[in-house]
Structure formats: structure tokens, C-alpha cells
């Protein structure tokens, strides 16, 4: 994220203009072009199209802006994905051991069903825990 951001420094600096300039030439309110490029600044920006009003305000080409809203696309993607794995991952599920398979694969099918494929993962790490417990449970 901190290299998105840092590129927009530099395509800042290489235009020229200040982010004020930048937000003067563009309807980006003058304190969120600054936001944008702030060095302390250690996400990705949220609203993709302020980043696209940045980028032709600093005087890229089409081709250019359509790269950077790839990348922008690209991280943004992914940060959700890291998200929905550590909300997944800290959601408090029972212990494996405490579970039958049966149930497993019932969460498993309801959260692919409602589109929570990273959830339906949990589940399946579970789902494995609760088999090798029954195994378990055969073998002795």
C-alpha cells in the first residue's frame, strides 16, 4: 500500500504541481489531494475516484490513469481479502474436537452459499479437525 502511495508522490512531483495545484484543477477538495499523498499516509486511498481525478490532474495519459486504477484495483482486491481472512480467522468457531462432521459441512455449505467463501475455509480446517477426532474416537 505504502508503494501506491508513494507513487502518487512521484507522479505529483513529476507534474510539477503541488497536490493544492492539483486540487484546484480537479473537483478533489484541497485538504484530500494533500491526504492523498501524505507521508504519513500508510493505506491505500479508499475512493478510487478521487485517485483517478489525482492522476489526470497531475497530466497522465489515459493509458496511464487505466494502469494505475489496474494497480489501485489490484491492491484494493487484496486488502479486502486480508481483511475477510483475519475476520474470518479471529470470528470465535467452536474447537474441532467439540464439533461432529456433520455440522461442519452444513457451515460449509450455508457460507458458500451465502458467498463467504473465506468463512466456508474456516470451516473446512475445522471440517478435518472433526475427522481426525472421529478417527480418532474409531480407533480406540
Known amino acids: 500500500m505504502s508503494e501506491f502511495v508513494a507513487m502518487l508522490r512521484l507522479v505529483l512531483r513529476k507534474s510539477g504541481l503541488t497536490a493544492g495545484q492539483v486540487a484546484a ?3 478533489i477538495a484541497r485538504s484530500s489531494a494533500y491526504n492523498l499523498v501524505a507521508a504519513t499516509r500508510t493505506g491505500l486511498p479508499v475512493d478510487p475516484s478521487q485517485v483517478r481525478l489525482f492522476v489526470r490532474g497531475c497530466g497522465l495519459r489515459q493509458e496511464q490513469i487505466d494502469e494505475v486504477m489496474r494497480a489501485w484495483m489490484r491492491l484494493s482486491v487484496d486488502n479486502r481479502r486480508r481483511k475477510d481472512v483475519t475476520a474470518a480467522n479471529s470470528e470465535q468457531l467452536p474447537r474441532a474436537e467439540d464439533l461432529g462432521v456433520d455440522e461442519c459441512m ?3 455449505r450455508r457460507s458458500r452459499a451465502a458467498g463467504e467463501h473465506v468463512v466456508a475455509a474456516a470451516w ?3 471440517l478435518t479437525g472433526a475427522l481426525l477426532a472421529e478417527r480418532a474416537e474409531l480407533d480406540a
Open 124 to 126: 473446512a480446517r475445522r
Open 106 to 108: 452444513e457451515h460449509i
Open 25 to 27: 484543477k480537479t473537483s
